[in-house]
């Protein structure tokens, strides 16, 4: 069982292995490491914390070596490339004047009073063209600035940005060359609050009607969007933000416990270990124009779980097993068994199916005995020896659940959790290649062993 296999009945994110049949041991075996015997438990013993697994990042696309330029603040506008600073101005006091002293009588004046006049004049029309061409750009056709045209940028765009922020942080890219050839293009387009922020890529010297219906398009890089997979532990997740956002991986986990966050969001509560194990929903998520912080990535993850997870009837779905199964499960037992599932259902068919075997088991006493929550302690592969070894999460030594999710499930697993289908199986064997699909759901160990038979067979 590899690391880098996702669904051949465990979610491990990446693409799908062949299966191995000597990777087990007992009285059944499935191709993939799963086997489900009827064992003894063994209680429960204090367990070094488990290493979460380390898989392989989604695929993306990633601008290298190229400039970002951002826009600065459309209520003040800055120069894209600086911080903001505070401006002084001192005060010139005049000498003063002795009130009734006499003043000298100036001879000859006239000429020298013209003088004075023409260059006060003349000073303050020049000082009316500078801020004139402060304020509304360089006449057209004269360039602010040299562009060597053909090279690529990226240029953020924050919220809030107005169009002069907008257009200084192109001409600072080389985007463009002067503002005012942009804000007509713009007011032809009557696209000046049409603006998305975000972070775009463009060519230099490109044509500012171009760039206009761009920036009214949006953002078209990825260098904003988040894409986590359902299915992937709270360590992997922080390596993809790390990849994608440059912030470190062990930053975000420090960040990510349930303490820092149970103040706004009540139902972290209950996490096992304090952990944000299964609470990071999986989605994909565009934080364009933003700046990015591992508090502003979990907050979102957070809110997004609060907006599509507790919207389901846990209540309703607790009352139901409880009577079906006689099995107590709180919100938190649900995710933590919606995570199982996701890492062993291979298809939305699987899913409902998997969880009538883990509740059926839960009533009768027998262990779950799922590869998957040791795959969370070893990081991928399981060995016979691993299921020797004492763990929280071994759920072959030790009855009922883990203490804590395995991974983030995806919402059509959780559902699953809730509203398993109505069974009697208490054995599943899974197997999706390209050479063998089987998905053998039993009731008995005979009809279980029988589909592991059939798959060797075909191997033959």
Same mark, same amino acid.
């Given at each position: 069982? #590899?690391?880098?296999?996702?669904?051949?009945?465990?979610?491990?994110?990446?693409?799908?292995?062949?299966?191995?049949?000597?990777?087990?041991?007992?009285?059944?075996?499935?191709?993939?490491?799963?086997?489900?015997?009827?064992?003894?438990?063994?209680?429960?013993?204090?367990?070094?914390?488990?290493?979460?697994?380390?898989?392989?990042?989604?695929?993306?696309?990633?601008?290298?070596?190229?400039?970002?330029?951002?826009?600065? *603040?459309?209520?003040?506008?800055?120069?894209?490339?600086?911080? !903001?600073?505070?401006?002084?101005?001192?005060?010139?006091?005049?000498?003063?004047?002795?009130?009734?002293?006499?003043?000298?009588?100036?001879?000859?004046?006239?000429?020298?009073?013209?003088?004075?006049?023409?260059?006060?004049?003349?000073?303050?029309?020049?000082?009316?063209?500078?801020?004139?061409?402060?304020?509304?750009?360089?006449?057209?056709?004269?360039?602010? #600035?040299?562009?060597?045209?053909?090279?690529?940028?990226?240029?953020?765009?924050?919220?809030?940005?107005?169009? *002069?922020?907008?257009?200084?942080?192109?001409?600072?890219?080389?985007?463009?060359?002067?503002?005012?050839?942009?804000?007509?293009?713009?007011?032809?387009?009557?696209?000046?609050?049409?603006?998305?922020?975000?972070?775009?890529?463009?060519?230099?010297?490109?044509?500012?009607?171009?760039?206009?219906?761009?920036?009214?398009?949006?953002?078209?890089?990825?260098?904003?969007?988040?894409?986590?997979?359902?299915?992937?532990?709270?360590?992997?997740?922080?390596?993809?933000?790390?990849?994608?956002?440059?912030?470190?991986?062990?930053?975000?986990?420090?960040?990510?416990?349930?303490?820092?966050?149970?103040?706004?969001?009540?139902?972290?509560?209950?996490?096992?270990?304090? *952990?944000?194990?299964?609470?990071?929903?999986?989605?994909?998520?565009?934080?364009?124009?933003?700046?990015?912080?591992?508090?502003? !990535? /979990?907050?979102?993850?957070?809110?997004?779980?609060?907006?599509?997870?507790?919207?389901?009837?846990?209540?309703?779905?607790?009352?139901?097993?409880?009577?079906?199964?006689?099995?107590?499960?709180?919100?938190?037992?649900?995710?933590?068994?919606?995570?199982?599932?996701?890492?062993?259902?291979?298809?939305?068919?699987?899913?409902?199916?998997?969880?009538?075997?883990?509740?059926?088991?839960?009533?009768?006493?027998?262990?779950?005995?799922?590869?998957?929550?040791?795959?969370?302690?070893?990081?991928?592969?399981?060995?016979?020896?691993?299921?020797?070894?004492?763990?929280?999460?071994?759920?072959?030594?030790?009855?009922?659940?883990?203490?804590?999710?395995?991974?983030?499930? #995806? /919402?059509?697993?959780?559902?699953?959790?809730?509203?398993?289908?109505?069974?009697?199986?208490?054995?599943?064997?899974? !197997?999706?290649?390209?050479?063998?699909?089987?998905?053998?759901?039993?009731?008995?160990?005979?009809?279980?062993?029988?589909?592991?038979?059939?798959?060797?067979?075909?191997?033959?």
């Amino acid at each position: 069982m #590899s690391s880098d296999s996702p669904r051949r009945g465990a979610h491990f994110a990446g693409q799908t292995t062949n299966p191995d049949p000597g990777s087990t041991s007992g009285e059944a075996h499935s191709p993939s490491g799963r086997r489900f015997r009827q064992a003894g438990s063994a209680p429960s013993t204090p367990a070094q914390a488990p290493v979460t697994p380390t898989r392989t990042p989604a695929s993306r696309t990633v601008q290298a070596d190229v400039p970002t330029i951002t826009a600065s *603040s459309a209520t003040a506008p800055r120069m894209a490339t600086t911080g !903001v600073s505070a401006t002084t101005a001192r005060l010139t006091e005049s000498a003063s004047r002795h009130a009734g002293a006499p003043r000298p009588k100036r001879r000859g004046g006239g000429f020298g009073a013209i003088v004075i006049v023409l260059v006060l004049l003349l000073g303050a029309g020049l000082g009316a063209w500078h801020f004139r061409d402060r304020i509304f750009g360089a006449d057209e056709g004269e360039a602010a #600035s040299e562009v060597v045209a053909g090279q690529e940028v990226m240029v953020n765009i924050p919220e809030g940005s107005g169009a *002069s922020s907008v257009a200084q942080a192109l001409i600072e890219a080389g985007v463009i060359s002067d503002s005012s050839s942009f804000l007509k293009a713009l007011q032809r387009q009557n696209a000046e609050q049409s603006i998305k922020p975000g972070t775009y890529s463009f060519v230099t010297g490109a044509d500012p009607a171009e760039v206009v219906r761009q920036l009214v398009a949006g953002p078209n890089t990825t260098a904003g969007i988040l894409t986590v997979p359902e299915g992937l532990t709270l360590e992997r997740t922080a390596a993809i933000v790390e990849e994608q956002f440059d912030i470190p991986a062990s930053v975000f986990i420090e960040q990510a416990t349930a303490q820092n966050y149970a103040s706004d969001f009540p139902f972290l509560a209950e996490a096992g270990d304090a *952990s944000l194990e299964g609470f990071l929903f999986p989605k994909t998520y565009d934080f364009s124009g933003k700046e990015v912080t591992a508090d502003l !990535v /979990i907050r979102t993850m957070l809110t997004q779980y609060q907006n599509e997870v507790l919207s389901l009837d846990f209540a309703a779905a607790e009352a139901a097993v409880k009577e079906r199964y006689g099995v107590t499960m709180s919100d938190y037992d649900m995710l933590t068994l919606a995570s199982i599932i996701e890492r062993e259902a291979v298809t939305e068919e699987d899913r409902p199916l998997v969880s009538s075997v883990f509740y059926n088991r839960l009533h009768q006493g027998m262990a779950l005995q799922s590869d998957a929550t040791m795959g969370y302690v070893t990081g991928g592969a399981v060995t016979p020896e691993d299921l020797q070894q004492e763990s929280p999460y071994n759920t072959y030594l030790n009855a009922g659940l883990t203490p804590t999710p395995i991974c983030s499930p #995806s /919402i059509e697993c959780i559902r699953a959790a809730l509203e398993p289908a109505d069974t009697n199986y208490l054995y599943f064997f899974i !197997v999706e290649n390209e050479s063998y699909s089987d998905h053998s759901f039993s009731e008995t160990y005979e009809d279980h062993q029988a589909a592991i038979n059939r798959w060797v067979q075909a191997q033959g």
